[in-house]
């Protein structure tokens, strides 16, 4: 009868330790399909085509954001610029007539508006010389020497030049060619009557200063004259187009 019990209570024990084998072999299992489950949806989810796509639209929001950042603040430095602008015009009425003046001097000096006012009178020709004994070119006016005249002017605040009546701006060329010189396309014969319009005061003390323009020209054989004018009018510049 013990015997009987106690072979009883080994099959009880041996049974549970069967199931609980069994539980546990169950569980394990679950738990590592779960695993390589979720660790595979995981890596497919990270390497996906959708996934990749969307950090790509990510870092291009961030990238996008941080530009509108860039930009709003230049546009915010620019009215800035713009106020500070028209607080200053607004303050000082005189900047309007400043570059009113400024434009009509411009203007002046491109030689696209008619020059009028007190001015000087250059007149240069050929020196006296013997064809037989002496070289012409060291008695004729040369481009040179009309150059030089000119520059001085030009330097000396003149406001508009004109050569033989033919009005110069800053990109005139001239040319000598023979006895006669080329201005922008138009030839001119001597003598060469050059007129500026300027303060002649000024005009005239520039070219008359000791081993100056009038001093050269002078030793190159050149006849100078220079007047002074209290009223002078220079045509605006011909289109030849």
């Known amino acids: 009868m013990k015997l009987a019990k106690k072979m009883s209570e080994e099959y009880k024990n041996r049974g549970r330790y069967i199931l609980y084998s069994f539980v ?69 009425e005189d900047n309007h007539t400043v570059l009113v003046e400024e434009a009509k001097d411009l203007r002046l000096l491109l030689g696209v508006i008619p020059a009028s006012g007190p001015g000087v009178r250059i007149t240069l020709k050929d020196g006296d010389y013997d064809p037989v004994e002496q070289n012409p070119n060291d008695y004729i006016v040369h481009e040179s020497h009309v150059l030089r005249v000119v520059n001085e002017l030009k330097i000396s605040g003149a406001q508009g030049i004109a050569i033989n009546g033919q009005r110069i701006s800053e990109n005139s060329y001239i040319k000598c060619t023979g006895p006669v010189i080329t201005i922008d396309g138009r030839t001119l014969p001597a003598p060469f009557v050059i007129e500026a319009v300027g303060d002649s005061d000024v005009l005239s003390s520039a070219l008359n200063l000791g081993g100056g323009v009038v001093d050269g020209l002078v030793h190159d054989n050149i006849v100078v004259t220079l007047e002074q004018l209290k009223e002078i009018k220079l045509p605006a510049l011909r289109d030849e187009a």
Not at 43 to 72: D, M, V
């Open 24 to 92: 546990f072999l169950i569980l394990g299992f679950i738990f590592a399909f779960s695993y390589r489950t979720l660790g595979k949806d995981s890596g497919e989810t990270a390497e996906s085509p959708t996934f990749q796509q969307e950090e790509q639209y990510r870092e291009e929001l961030i990238a996008q954001k941080e530009r509108n950042k860039e930009l709003a603040d230049e546009i915010q430095t620019k009215q800035e610029e713009i106020r500070d602008f028209e607080k200053s015009f607004s303050e000082n």
